[in-house]
Structures are given as C-alpha cells and as structure tokens.
C-alpha cells in the first residue's frame, strides 16, 4: 500500500507522474512530499512509488 | 517626543522578551517574497518583533484595491510596494535593516535574492508561483527553512486555518482550500494567516541553535 494524503492507494509501481495522472492535480501547482523529502520536479516520470511509501500532495491555491 | 534611538527600542524589547531572545532575533535575516495581503502582514510583525534584517521583494504597485486588506496606506497608491513598505516600516521600526528587490521573483533571481536569508516566507498570491518557489528552495536551497501559506480566502472559520510542517524545512500555513478564484479576501483572515507565517519564524528562531524544531 502507498499512503497518499492520508489514505491507502493501490499505486504502488505507478511512477508519480503516472499517478498524478489520475488525479485532478495541476502539476504547476503543487509540491510533493515523499517519506520526509520534497520530489523534485524532474523526477516526477522516474520515481516509482512503493509499497510503505508515504506521499503528501500539496495542492496550492491562490491568495495572499 | 521624538524618535528614540535604536538602543532605547532594543533595550525596551530585551526587557520584555529577553535579551538572548532579542538577541537572536536582531541577528536574523528572513524573506518576504511578495508584499500584498500576506507579506506586508508579515514583515510589518517580523519589524515589530525584533528581526535584523528583512529582505522584502515585490515587482507591484499598491493599487487601490489593496487598501482593503494590505499594509498600505491611501496616500501611497500607485507607488511601488517596495518602497511603500520600507516607508512603513521605517515609521514603525526606524532601525530594522531593510533591502527590498523590486522585481518579479523567478528561477533565474531566487538565489541571489534570497541568499542571505536563513527563512524564506513565500506571500504570493498565485498558486502557480508559490509552487514554484517552494519547488525551488526545497529542491536547490535545502539549507533554507521556506514558510509558505496556501488557503485564506472567504469568510470561514479563523479556526480552519493553521501550520503544518510538510518536510524538514518546509511549513505550509493556511486552511489548504478556500482560493480566491472562488471567495474575496478579506483582511482578517488573510492577516491571520500572515500572522501564523510571521509566528513560525519566530517559533523556529526560539528553538535551540536554531536547529529546526518539531513544533507543529
């Protein structure tokens, strides 16, 4: 299982960019977190996500 | 009465927060990148509070529609933000070191702007922005600590909002979903999100040897 904001996901061996596809995330507005490190833009298509892995997907919005 | 000196105003706050406290504060260098509803909230807070040095970057003018909710005042529309709030806080904060940047913060500037900074706070109004210098601090600046707010439209609850620690050396404050593309901002909740913004870098300043804290 991989825990992505919270809750369990079927995802593993989905790289990240393959998972956020799935989404409604627009990817120039967010920030990924992967077990306590940021994902760097660029490895969005190279990082494959793994079982025990955690995820927080930072969806900003406007304001300020 | 006239203005008092800079060792009245450090003396008066030593006093009340302590003298190595105040004095952690007035060797610190933070950022503010963007001075609309946030940023002016909360470099106006940082000044008060005792920090150093605020580096302060905006490429706008105050427009009227600003006065709603920024940190300006009607006589200072159609001048540039920079330089509006460097006027301000020299009126609040006459000694507080001011270095503004009147410029669209990017890629190609981030790191010579924010260089001498040890706190990033991220005051945007669009999210593509924000995303992209949190992206970029936490990907190419890791020995920074980046305070970014996400969420403080409408007229919901002041409680919805509050600090999360994401990584290490990233904060997100804000209730993470009312954008203005849907509600108004209102000055309140926009300035208490800048206030929890302003609170978190002094919370992180206060831990010891400024080694980043599990405070949230």
Redesign the interface.
């Known amino acids: 299982m991989v825990k992505i904001n919270g809750e369990n996901t079927d995802s593993a061996g989905m790289t990240l960019s393959e998972y956020l596809s799935t989404t409604d995330y627009n990817r120039a507005r967010i920030a990924v977190e992967r077990n306590g490190n940021i994902v760097p833009k660029k490895e969005y298509e190279t990082t494959v996500l793994e079982n025990g892995d955690s995820l927080e997907i930072v969806g900003f919005v406007g304001g300020g | 009465m006239g203005i008092p000196t800079k060792k009245e105003i450090e003396s008066a706050l030593a006093e009340r927060i302590g003298t190595e406290r105040q004095k952690r504060f007035s060797e610190s260098t933070v950022a503010v990148c ?1 001075l ?4 002016s909230n909360i470099a106006i807070a940082l000044a008060r509070a005792g920090i150093g040095k605020l580096i302060l970057a905006d490429f706008d003018r105050v427009d009227i529609s600003n006065l709603s909710r920024q940190q300006y005042k009607a006589n200072q529309t159609g001048i540039f933000k920079t330089d509006a709030l460097r006027e301000n806080l020299r009126e609040i904060s006459p000694y507080t070191e001011i270095e503004t940047h009147c410029v669209r913060l990017c890629e190609d500037n981030y790191s010579a702007i924010l260089k001498n900074a040890g706190i990033i706070c991220e ?6 922005e ?3 210098l ?2 970029f601090v ?2 190419y600046m890791p020995e920074k600590i980046i305070i ?6 409408g007229l919901g609850s002041p409680d919805d909002i509050r600090t999360r620690r ?3 050396n ?1 904060y ?1 404050c ?1 209730d ?6 849907d509600h108004a ?1 209102y000055a309140p909740r ?1 300035a208490l999100c800048a206030m929890h913004q302003a609170l978190a870098v002094l919370r992180i300043l206060d831990s010891p040897e400024n080694a980043v804290p599990e405070i949230y």
């Open positions: 963007g609309g509803g946030l940023g005051a945007f109004d669009k999210a593509e924000k995303s992209r949190v992206n936490l990907e970014s707010a996400s969420g403080m439209a994401i990584t290490r990233f997100l804000g993470g979903k009312s954008d203005m593309k901002l926009v």
